[in-house]
C-alpha cells in the first residue's frame, strides 16, 4: 500500500509504450491498436518497433518463412536480411502514421439528431503501394489523441540506427562508453539529416540496466547474491549499472555530454530498482537540476518536447 500510494499521484503521467513486431503483423491492426491505447491513456500511448529474425518465430505464424544468416554482422546475407527487415519495418511505420492521419480531427460529428456521427469527407484513403504493403486505408479508429502516438525503437548497429533516424520519435541505443555514445549520436542525427528529417526532434536514449542501493557496497553485495542463485553473472545487450544514486548520476549526466537526450533504464530487479529509481536517483538529479520538478503536459508527445502534427490529409485553411 506504500508503494501504491507512493506511484498513484504519477500515474496520469506514465506512458504505456508497448513492443509490437512488425515482421508477422499487419500495420493496420498495429496502428488500430495502438490509436485505441492511446484514447484508454488519454494520450500517453507509444509503441515500441521490433523486428523477429527467428525462424522459430515464422513458424509459430506461419505467414512467411525465414531463412537463418550467419552470426557474423559483416556476414553479406546478415546484412541483407538485416537491411530488408529494416526497410519493410520504415514501411510499416509509414503505413501506420498515415492510417493515424486518416482521420482529420473533427471528422467525428456525433449529431444524434440528424443521425450522423462522421463527416465522410474529413476520412481520407491512404493508397500506400509499397514492396510490402498495399494498404488503401482509412483507420477503422478516429485520430489517436496525441496525433501521432509516439514511435521508438532499439538498436544495436547501424542499420537499425538508421531505421530509428529515418522512422521514430525515439530511437534506444546500448552504448558502454561515452565515447561510444558520442559516436553512436552523430551516426544517427547524420542519417537524420540525409533523410530530410533535421528539422525534427528525434530524441536518442541510452538503455541502462540498474541495481541501485543508497550505499554502493550493498547494491554490488545485491547483484553478487542474485548472479549467484542464477548460476552466472547477469549478461545484457545494455550496460549494467550497480551503485549509488551520485555515482548514477554522473554517469548519466556524463553520457548526457555526448549527445543522449534521454534514458530508458532498466531496473536489474522489480520492483526494488524500480521503487529505487524514483526514491533515490530522482531527488538527486533534481539538487542538480537535471530534472523536472513539476509535469509541464499531460501527453507523452509533449513530455517528450513534441508537437502535435496535424493530419497531412486535412485541408489547408
Given amino acids: 500500500m506504500q508503494i501504491a500510494a507512493r506511484v498513484a499521484p504519477l500515474t496520469r503521467h506514465i506512458g504505456l509504450v508497448p513492443t509490437a513486431t512488425v ?17 484508454v491513456s488519454n ?7 521490433q523486428n523477429s529474425f ?10 512467411r518463412e525465414i ?10 546475407a546478415m546484412v541483407q536480411l538485416v537491411t530488408d527487415h529494416f526497410d519493410e519495418a520504415a ?7 498515415r492510417l493515424w492521419d486518416s482521420w482529420e480531427d473533427d471528422a467525428e460529428i456525433r449529431d444524434v439528431a440528424t443521425g450522423r456521427f462522421v463527416d465522410r469527407e474529413k476520412l481520407h484513403y491512404i493508397d500506400f503501394e509499397g514492396r510490402w504493403f498495399s494498404v488503401r486505408g482509412p483507420s477503422i479508429t478516429p485520430r489517436p489523441p496525441q496525433g501521432q502516438p509516439v514511435v521508438t525503437a532499439l538498436g544495436h548497429q547501424r542499420i537499425p540506427w538508421r531505421f530509428g533516424a529515418r522512422s521514430t520519435d525515439v530511437a534506444y541505443i546500448t552504448p558502454k562508453s561515452t565515447a561510444e555514445t558520442a559516436e553512436t549520436v552523430a551516426t544517427i542525427r547524420e542519417a537524420q539529416a540525409e533523410y530530410g528529417r533535421a528539422a525534427e526532434t528525434v530524441h536518442i536514449f541510452g538503455d541502462l540496466v540498474v541495481f541501485l542501493e543508497a550505499d554502493a ?7 553478487a547474491e542474485l548472479d549467484e542463485l542464477d548460476g552466472a553473472p547477469m549478461v545484457s545487450d545494455a550496460e549494467i549499472f550497480t551503485g549509488d544514486p551520485g555515482g548514477l548520476a554522473d554517469l548519466l549526466l556524463d553520457r548526457a555530454s555526448a549527445g543522449l537526450s534521454g534514458f530508458r533504464l532498466r531496473p536489474g530487479a522489480i520492483p526494488h530498482d524500480l521503487t529505487a529509481l524514483a526514491d533515490l536517483l530522482v531527488p538527486e538529479l533534481q539538487r542538480r537540476g537535471a530534472f523536472r520538478t513539476a509535469y509541464e503536459a ?5 513530455l517528450l518536447g513534441l508537437t502535435r502534427p496535424a493530419s497531412r490529409y486535412a485541408r489547408q485553411p
Avoid: C, N, Q
Avoid at 515482421?23 to 484514447?39: N, Q, R, S
Avoid at 527467428?54 to 505467414?63: I, K, N, T
Avoid at 514501411?91 to 502514421?97: G, L, S
Fill in 43 to 49: 494520450g500517453r500511448a507509444g509503441w515500441r518497433m
Fill in 217 to 223: 557496497g550493498r547494491a554490488a553485495r545485491r547483484k
Fill in 91 to 97: 514501411d510499416f511505420v509509414e503505413v501506420a502514421r
Fill in 67 to 76: 531463412t537463418p544468416a550467419g552470426a557474423d554482422r559483416a556476414d553479406p
Fill in 54 to 63: 527467428f525462424p522459430r518465430e515464422a513458424a509459430h505464424f506461419g505467414r
Fill in 298 to 302: 499531460s501527453t507523452l508527445r509533449g
Fill in 23 to 39: 515482421t508477422h503483423t499487419e500495420p493496420f491492426h498495429i496502428a488500430k491498436a495502438i490509436a485505441t491505447l492511446d484514447y
